[in-house]
């Protein structure tokens, strides 16, 4: 199971980065590269909180006794 979240971490941190560069790359820093109504920025809010998520939980694994 440890190893699920772990990739499940990888994989979304990636596209979450991924995700950002694009942005950048077509907005620029000035234009607001992450103004929450683009829907591509909660995408990247999204995909990160899943990352924290699994993370922890690969950090933390729970002891089912």
Known sequence: MEKFMLL???ISFGLAIAIFIA???NYG????VLSIKRKSSKWIVDLFLIYMVSFSSFSF?????
């Open 8 to 10: 499940v971490a990888i």
């Open 23 to 25: 942005n950048i790359l």
């Open 29 to 32: 820093l000035k234009g607001d």
């Open 61 to 65: 694994p729970l002891e089912l006794v």
